[in-house]
C-alpha cells in the first residue's frame, strides 16, 4: 500500500526497564509501557512537535 502520508517513528529507551519486568512481572511492565506511550502524544507533550530531529 502507497500512501502521500507522513510518518513518523519515534523510539523511545526506558531505562531499567528490564527491571521492572524482572521485579514486578510482565504485566506491570505492559502497564509502564502503556503510560510512556499515553505520555508521548502531541496532545500530552504539545513542545514535542517543536523538537527537532536527533
Same mark, same amino acid.
Given at each position: 500500500m502507497v500512501s502521500n502520508s507522513p510518518l513518523t517513528i519515534a523510539l523511545i529507551d526506558c531505562d531499567s526497564f528490564k527491571d521492572v519486568n524482572d #521485579? *514486578?512481572?510482565h504485566m506491570e511492565g505492559n502497564e *509502564? *509501557? #502503556?503510560?510512556v506511550r499515553d505520555l508521548s502524544t502531541p496532545e500530552a507533550l504539545p513542545f514535542a512537535a517543536a523538537l527537532p530531529p536527533r
Open positions: #521485579t *514486578l512481572g *509502564l *509501557l #502503556t503510560r
